[in-house]
């Protein structure tokens, strides 16, 4: 156990020595204006949805716990946004409960 620990130590300290490359944060637009929630956090995931090569947009919305999918009329270089959808299932849309 005596050999454990200072191993452990030297990892996490080399580990905090990695820089962070963060990008610089940037709106991303639908329909040539800002996407915006009501309320909270947005979580958006960028994926090819719908299976065209392309990747879409999923955003996560706090309100109603739905989520949002923006299909992408552009390109992967030069993704280009317009209305949203609700995700849905059987018809509904999905809605994700919190608590």
Known sequence: ??????V??????SS???ALDYQTP??????????????GHANPLVTDW???GIKDLLV?????GKIRYYINNGSNATPVFGD??????????ISVTSG
């Open 16 to 18: 905090l020595a990695v």
């Open 84 to 93: 949203f959808a609700y995700l849905q299932a059987d018809g509904s849309d």
């Open 50 to 52: 719908s299976g065209d």
């Open 26 to 39: 940037s709106q991303i637009n639908a329909n040539g204006s800002p996407i915006q929630l009501s309320l």
């Open 1 to 6: 156990m005596k050999y454990c620990s200072p």
């Open 8 to 13: 452990i130590l030297l990892f996490c300290i």
């Open 60 to 64: 996560g919305q706090y309100t109603g």
